[in-house]
């Protein structure tokens, strides 16, 4: 059963820029939320992120709890309901997108509305001022677009039953020291 939707994109304000780095450790969590689940719910809260894998019978099975100022070299998560923005994404659009950042200088978030529908819009910058060794290629710049579900502030973070906590700090500490 889908959950019914909630406010407007015109309503909430969600922003969050990352640098190449924590692109890469975004992209860890939300691989390993994937193995658990197809969609994922994304809170965001001025002072946490949550995020959700949800499984076919639409629970929580697993998630994570984040720090924006960590995750974020820039974030903003404005609502009527206690600026918490609840969406719910395609895990796999998702992490396609973001792993397109992961080689680029900065990939800004929003939450914005295409062909009238709310989407997660991911702008994926290229620095030319790295070294030409270092540049990304220009083909990964662009902007690409995933449809989401904007829920209703009733959910809350991660309002329903979650099942299994990931060990989030595990995952982020192996993809830091990687890089």
Not at 30 to 41: F, I, P
Request: glycine share 6%; charged share 20%.
């Amino acid at each position: 059963a889908r959950r019914p939707q909630g406010a407007s994109c015109s309503e909430m304000r969600f922003m969050c820029r990352m640098e190449s780095a924590q692109v890469a450790d975004f992209v860890a969590v939300l691989s390993a939320l994937g193995r658990c689940g197809k969609m994922v719910h994304l809170a965001f809260a001025p002072d946490k992120v949550f995020l959700g894998s949800i499984s076919d019978d639409d629970a929580i099975v697993a998630f994570a709890d984040l720090e924006p100022r960590v995750m974020f070299s820039e974030f903003r998560s404005e609502s009527r309901a206690g600026n918490i923005v609840n969406l719910e994404a395609p895990t796999d659009m998702l992490l396609g997108c973001l792993k397109h950042g992961a080689q680029a200088s900065s990939t800004v978030m929003k939450l914005s509305k295409r062909h009238g529908s709310p989407s997660l819009s991911c702008v994926v910058s290229v620095s030319h001022a790295a070294a030409p060794e270092q540049r990304t290629p220009a083909s990964l710049a662009g902007r690409r677009a995933i449809p989401v579900a904007v829920l209703c502030s009733s959910h809350g973070p991660l309002g329903r039953c979650c099942a299994a906590p990931l060990e989030v700090s595990t995952i982020c500490s192996e993809t830091t020291a990687s890089h």
